[in-house]
């Protein structure tokens, strides 16, 4: 009788184990929409303008990875609307608080935030989405337990791999966790204290982070350290939709050198790119789709690394997604697409 019960319990373990595995692999991450949106690229039809007014107290700006939809956060209630009419098509209220972070999926248009609950003994996070275009909530089961005073403060995931790196910001020092397919949870322990910048290969389960001392690193696996570059003198820029990472080596004027290429070779055998004049490093961006490395300049004019001109318009550059460039003008959110004559 108690073996029946043993195995009774034990199949109804497993059900449940095989039901979350199936809810994360076939709904909340995995989705051959991105090879496919490869496969289609450049023969979606886009607007190459839209503009869309928004309350000029709105924070934390965001636009969905095709342009459709803008986010927002206003006091705290997470605002999407339809980029092309300005229509509010969902409020998440108190979906985030001061400074919280969210995201939109790379290959589709769900929001990825997270609810945090403070307490005397600590914060508690959980991992929640919204998908807009199937009105549909998804809360995944994880829950993340950070001392007092703490929040996710970045995200980076990949849908092929199906794994999802978040970095939390704590008084102590940042931790960074990897959450895999399974739904499990394990927190990786860092060499440094905080991570200034991290990207994540798309293919391979790579994650390449940048210490606040200026040090690289490769995590590979969610295991494996490699110490890319030891010494303060380079600087990680970006990813491209091929993998290639780029990195930017400092020197007396500002970057001078970009290198790019797989986290499988040395850097030394990088492609290198020497620029005519050092450049500022916060205006060096990867275009993720073009696979190349763009130069803000003035603020609103978004240059290739010849000087020529890729757009410009009025207001500020606040982000860069797949197929737009968005700006910022007071009330008004400008997305003009990259032209690709």
């Known amino acids: 009788m108690k073996i029946k019960k043993v195995l009774k319990w034990a199949f109804a373990t497993l059900a449940l ?7 994360l692999n076939n709904v909340f991450l995995v989705d051959s929409t991105f090879i496919k949106s490869e496969e289609v690229f450049g023969s979606i039809s886009l607007p190459p303008l839209i503009e869309i007014k928004i309350p000029s107290y709105a924070k934390d700006v965001h636009v969905s990875y095709d342009g459709k939809y803008i986010s927002y956060d206003e006091g705290g209630n997470l605002i999407i609307a339809d980029a092309k009419t300005g229509k509010t098509v969902k409020v998440i209220e108190k979906a985030t608080k001061e400074g919280d972070y969210y995201t939109w999926l790379p290959d589709r248009n769900r929001i990825l935030y997270f609810s945090r609950m403070d307490s005397l003994t600590g914060t508690k996070v959980e991992l929640k989405s919204y998908d807009v275009d199937n009105d549909l909530y998804n809360t995944v089961y994880i829950k993340i337990y950070l001392p007092s005073k703490s929040a996710i403060s970045y995200v980076t995931l990949s849908p092929l791999t199906n794994v999802i790196y978040l970095k939390a910001t704590t008084p102590y020092g940042d931790r960074l966790y990897q959450v895999n397919i399974m739904g499990e949870v ?3 322990y860092l060499p440094v204290k905080r991570i200034e910048k991290m990207v994540e290969t798309q293919r391979k389960d790579n994650l390449i982070y940048q210490s606040d001392d200026g040090r690289l690193y490769l995590l590979k696996d969610g295991r ?14 970006g990813i491209d939709r091929d993998d290639n990472v ?11 050198e970009i290198y790019y290429d797989s986290v499988d070779k040395p850097i030394g055998m990088w492609h290198k790119i020497s620029l005519k004049r050092g450049q500022v490093l916060k205006d060096l961006v990867v275009l993720f789709n073009e696979k190349s490395v763009g130069i803000i300049t003035g603020n609103n004019r978004l240059e290739d690394l010849r000087g020529n001109v890729i757009s410009e318009a009025k207001g500020k550059i606040i982000e860069i997604t797949r197929d737009y460039i968005v700006y910022k003008n007071g009330d008004k959110i400008i997305l003009k697409r990259f032209s690709r004559d």
């Open 17 to 23: 184990e095989l039901a979350f595995l199936y809810y």
């Open 224 to 237: 494996k350290q490699v110490l890319l570059s030891a010494k303060n003198k380079y600087a990680l820029l």
């Open 246 to 256: 780029y990195i930017g080596k400092m020197g007396t004027e500002g970057i001078e």
């Open 186 to 188: 394990r927190r990786i």
